[in-house]
Nanobody, 130 residues
Framework: QVQLVESGGGLVQAGGSLRISCAAS????????MGWFRQAPGKEREFVAT????????YYTDSVKGRFTISRDNAKNTLWLQMNSLKPEDTAVYYC???????????????????????WGQGTQVTVSS
């Protein structure tokens, strides 16, 4: 049974930093792309960042470029999202996800839509106060 568990969310002031984690269990996601999405109240789930299995390729949505950093440790089956210079508009539930499609093994292209991912965590709340 594949399980993704996010942690590290919380309340932070604008301009602050937070690092959230995603621990994968049940299998090893070798060669799988992993990503972060977020969903604010009343809004659709939106793409935040994605990373190839070897970690050499990353892709971010424009609104977080230069502020967020995605990383992974395949030996630990763990994904992280370091979030700096947080803004109130970053407030959302953050979800990690795994895509098993071979399209993304090379990292030349990466998945940035929810329907391109196969497994999802339950989410962790990030709240940024102004």
């Amino acid at each position: 049974q594949v399980q993704l568990v996010e942690s590290g969310g919380g309340l932070v002031q604008a301009g602050g930093s937070l690092r959230i984690s995603c621990a994968a269990s049940g299998r090893t996601f070798s060669r799988s792309a992993m990503g972060w999405f977020r969903q604010a109240p009343g809004k659709e789930r939106e793409f935040v960042a994605t990373i190839s299995w070897i970690g050499g390729s990353t892709y971010y949505t424009d609104s977080v470029k230069g502020r967020f950093t995605i990383s992974r440790d395949n030996a630990k089956n763990t994904l992280w999202l370091q979030m700096n210079s947080l803004k109130p508009e970053d407030t959302a539930v953050y979800y990690c996800a795994v895509s098993e499609s071979s399209l993304y093994y090379s990292g030349r292209i990466l998945p940035d839509r929810p329907n391109q991912y196969d497994y999802w965590g339950q989410g962790t709340q990030v709240t940024v106060s102004s």
